[in-house]
Structures are given as C-alpha cells and as structure tokens.
C-alpha cells in the first residue's frame, strides 16, 4: 500500500518546476507581465492550442483535393478513424515520456536547460539503436514538413498577386521563415498558437461557406473513387493531417505540468474535426472531379476580399507551423554542435541558420503541393507518429516488472494492458500494410507522376500557363469541360 501511495505521488510530481512555476506564476513589471500575457506559455490550455494549430494547418486547403480521390464517404470515414488513431498514439508518446522524464528524475537529473526531444525518450527507454532510427525517421519527417509550408506559402501568395511565379515567392517565404530561429522554444508560442487556429477557423469557415453560396458547378461529377492509386493517396494525406503529433515531446516538456497532456491531443482532435469535415465536405461538394488538378481548394474558388484574406491569414499561420516543424530540427542541430545550452539568442540563432538552408532547396526542387504530402505521410509520418511509438510502447512494458512499476498504468476503459497492448498491435499492422504499403506505393506513383508533367524545379506548380499537353492523363483525370461549365470567372494567369 505504502508503495502504491509513493507511486501515486511521484506521478503528480513529476516534471513540476515550482521555482519555474512560481517565477511565471508572479510577474512584477509590465516587462514580466507582457512576457507572461505574450510570450511565456506553458499552461494546458498553451499546449491545446499549439497541437490544435500545428495539426490542421496547410492540410486544410488539402482535403477537398484528398475528397476527390477517395470519394466523400471514405474521405469522412478516414478523417475519424485516421483522427482517433493519432490521438492514441499521441497518448502513447506521453505515457513514454512521463515515463522516461520520472526514471531521469528520480536519478536527481535537471531538465531545466534542456529539451528533452523524442529520440532521447527512446533512447532512455530502448537503447540507441531505438534513438538512431527515432531520430533519423523524426528528423526527416520534420524537414519535409518544413518543406510543406513553404511550398505551401507560394501556392497561396500566388492567388493574391501572380505577377510572380510560385518558385520566386518560395525564395522569399523561405528567407521569412527562416526568422522563426529567433523563437527559443515552444514555450514562446503562446501568442502564436492561438492567433494561428483563429486564423485557420476563419480559413475552413470560408471554404465552407463560400462553397455552398458558390454552389455546384455545372454538370458536376463526384465519380471518386476510381483507381486505387488515387483512393490511397487520399487516404495517405489525411493520414498526414492527423500526424502532426511529431512535435508532442517538445509541447509536452513546455508544460509546467506534462502529466496533464494526456487527454489534450484528443480534445485538439475533435476541434480540428469541426474544421476539416465541414471544409472538405463543401468543397468537394462544389467543384466535385475538378478537384483532381486542383490540390490547393483556394485555386477553384472565385477571388473575393474574404478568399483574400484567408490567404493572408493561411500564409501567416504555415509561419507559425514552419516554426512548429522546424524548431525540434534547431534543438537536435544546437546539441549536435553544442549550443543547445547557451544563454544567448543571438548566437542560437546564428546557429540554427544552416537548418534552413536544405529545407528552402528541397522546396525548390519538390515544389508539387497535395501531392507531397501524401509521400511524406506514407514513408515518414506512418512510421514516426504511428508504428515506432505503438512498438516502443510494447517493447518498454513487455516485462512483468515494467508493467507493475509504470508510473502511468493504463485505465480500465482501454483494457488494463491486454487492450492496450492490442491497440498498439492494431496500429502497427493496419499502418504498415495500408499506411505504408498501399499508400506508399500509390503515393510514389503519383509522385513520380508530377515529376513527369512538371518536372523538378518547376517555376509555377499547377499554374495553368505551365500545364503541359498531356496533363489529363490516366493518373489525374480531368473531365472534359462542357459550355458554361462553372461560374468562376477566368483566373489571371503569369505567363513566365
């Protein structure tokens, strides 16, 4: 009983910082409370948003092109399954971190000065062998995220002012973004998380509303889904949208209090939910098979002062998740070269310069918006955010005395470790066969399908002054136009 009662203690304890608590907890200037009100995050509340923001994102202007590939029934099954999967996982993640920060702490080890990062909980718990491919699935997960948003700014700047082709305005975004290497860490998101979902609320609201006011199409066709390369595609993109959970270590270890994370990611879930059904749903609902050659949803909508402003505020909102992406790769290079620990931003920032520098190129050279991002969540998020931690899980408790001194045992509703070990089990094979298998296979094949018609480097992505002639093939149909087909007037188009 004593035992038990010691356990139960050192769960509540863990990882609170009462001098750090107490110090944000009490400011005595305006400098401090501005800091605090601003800056200086590291309640429940700072940690929902933030998986809220970083979850949705540039995914969002997505889904419609996703609905149109696997149809809206499968589009809307997805969504739910691929959602309350992520949100499991992500519980999963915590209960390793909890786990690893209290065996540390009970060993008398501050983390203070330090961000413990996922590769380290692996190692911890497994081994190096764990962290190596923890760390190197992680990291190159978080560099092609990276690589998302910028290409994601271009394609959005585009519909506001074309006078510039999208691999110019990819120049210019990544020299902006590269100012998020002034952020220190996630506990200076605050302002940023929150003002980033409001700007996403807006976003998916417009796309819902502006859909059905704008209405069908003429002979509009929903013939999704049609070939199996395109339905796992689809299905791959939105298991991307619910894979933003790479960055959950780091969120969790801003906490004051981590051991309340556990129900976060879920409830960020369901939020996100609101705005990504409706918005896909509308869209495709509109536009239909157009969506097909028309992977950003801003592209088919009329242009109006409400589609620009959400583009204004999508541009502003993939800065912020950049900086969600890219501020874990800062922390792994800091500690690499030993900087991870120094007091001056300045000089942590003219560290971090060169992680920016392959992320700026590799969205130069991939520049193919929709499609990439289902490649990224077949190959890296299938494993990074699903398999590795389910494994981990198992591997961490597969002995009796690992299970009787877990600091988090798992709860009845789940099973006890039977149905959690039978969660985790699930996880792992439905990822890997269809998750990985189908949907990198078929993300592959559309992949290397735009390096055909595009090519690398191309100038304008999708533009329709760069579309070539055999465009509307097999892989990505287009129906035939018909007079009158739509209502949108013609876009105006750069020609380079």
């Given at each position: 009983m004593d035992e038990s009662s010691d356990k139960v203690v050192e769960t509540v304890i863990v990882g609170n910082y009462v001098e750090m608590e107490t110090e944000a907890g009490k400011p005595t200037n305006i400098k401090s409370k501005v800091s605090k009100l601003f800056w200086h995050g590291g309640s429940a509340y700072d940690a929902w948003f933030s998986c809220a923001s970083n979850q949705v994102a540039q995914v969002l202007l997505t889904l419609p092109y996703s609905f149109s590939q696997l149809g809206m029934m499968s589009g809307v099954?997805?969504?739910?399954?691929?959602?309350?999967?992520?949100?499991?996982?992500?519980?999963?993640?915590?209960?390793?971190?909890?786990?690893?920060?209290?065996?540390?702490?009970?060993?008398?080890?501050?983390?203070?000065?330090?961000?413990?990062?996922?590769?380290?909980?692996?190692?911890?718990?497994?081994?190096?062998?764990?962290?190596?491919?923890?760390?190197?699935?992680?990291?190159?997960?978080?560099?092609?995220?990276?690589?998302?948003?910028?290409?994601?700014?271009?394609?959005?700047?585009?519909?506001?002012?074309?006078?510039?082709?999208?691999?110019?305005?990819?120049?210019?975004?990544?020299?902006?973004?590269?100012?998020?290497?002034?952020?220190?860490?996630?506990?200076?998101?605050?302002?940023?998380?929150?003002?980033?979902?409001?700007?996403?609320?807006?976003?998916?609201?417009?796309?819902?509303?502006?859909?059905?006011?704008?209405?069908?199409?003429?002979?509009?066709?929903h013939s999704g889904p049609t070939k199996m390369v395109?339905?796992?595609?689809?299905?791959?993109?939105?298991?991307?949208?619910?894979?933003?959970?790479?960055?959950?270590?780091?969120?969790?270890?801003?906490?004051?209090?981590?051991?309340?994370f556990k129900a976060i990611y879920l409830l960020a879930t369901l939020y996100v939910l609101t705005l990504t059904l409706p918005s896909a749903a509308a869209v495709y609902w509109a536009f239909g098979d157009l969506l097909l050659n028309h992977s950003n949803a801003f592209s088919l909508l009329p242009r109006s002062p409400f589609r620009d402003?959400?583009?204004?505020?999508?541009?502003?909102?993939?800065?912020?998740?950049?900086?969600?992406?890219?501020?874990?790769?800062?922390?792994?290079?800091?500690?690499?070269?030993?900087?991870?620990?120094?007091?001056?931003?300045?000089?942590?920032?003219?560290?971090?310069?060169?992680?920016?520098?392959?992320?700026?190129?590799?969205?130069?050279?991939?520049?193919?918006?929709?499609?990439?991002?289902?490649?990224?969540?077949?190959?890296?998020?299938?494993?990074?955010?699903?398999?590795?931690?389910?494994?981990?899980?198992i591997f961490t408790f597969k002995s009796a005395a690992a299970r009787e001194n877990a600091v988090e045992q798992p709860p009845k509703y789940f099973g006890r470790w039977v149905g959690t070990y039978v969660i985790n089990i699930f996880v792992v094979v439905w990822v890997l066969i269809v998750g990985f298998g189908f949907g990198g296979w078929a993300s592959m094949v559309n992949f290397i399908h735009q390096i055909d018609t595009f090519g690398l480097f191309t100038k304008c992505y999708q533009c329709a002054s760069q579309l070539p002639p055999h465009l509307a093939n097999a892989t990505t149909p287009l129906p035939p136009p018909t007079p009158n087909a739509t209502r949108l007037p013609p876009p105006r188009l750069h020609t380079p």
């Open positions: 099954v997805f969504q739910l399954f691929y959602g309350f999967m992520g949100s499991w996982t992500a519980y999963i993640i915590s209960i390793l971190y909890v786990e690893y920060r209290t065996r540390k702490e009970r060993e008398k080890v501050d983390f203070r000065n330090h961000v413990i990062q996922w590769f380290e909980v692996l190692d911890g718990l497994l081994g190096k062998h764990w962290r190596n491919v923890g760390l190197a699935f992680n990291c190159t997960f978080l560099l092609f995220g990276s690589v998302i948003q910028l290409i994601a700014c271009a394609s959005n700047i585009y519909y506001i002012n074309d006078n510039l082709d999208k691999r110019t305005w990819t120049y210019i975004f990544g020299a902006c973004c590269a100012t998020t290497v002034f952020i220190p860490s996630f506990h200076n998101y605050r302002i940023w998380s929150f003002l980033g979902l409001l700007m996403t609320t807006y976003t998916a609201w417009y796309l819902t509303i502006a859909s059905l006011l704008h209405g069908q199409v003429e002979g509009v066709e395109l339905y796992f595609t689809g299905a791959t993109n939105i298991l991307y949208t619910f894979g933003g959970h790479a960055v959950t270590v780091e969120i969790m270890h801003a906490m004051w209090k981590p051991q309340k402003m959400a583009v204004i505020f999508m541009l502003i909102h993939q800065f912020i998740t950049f900086g969600f992406a890219c501020t874990p790769l800062y922390f792994v290079w800091e500690k690499a070269i030993g900087m991870h620990e120094c007091k001056s931003l300045c000089k942590r920032a003219a560290a971090r310069l060169p992680v920016v520098v392959p992320i700026w190129f590799l969205a130069i050279v991939f520049p193919f918006f929709g499609p990439i991002n289902s490649t990224v969540g077949s190959l890296l998020v299938s494993f990074t955010v699903y398999i590795i931690p389910a494994l981990a899980h």
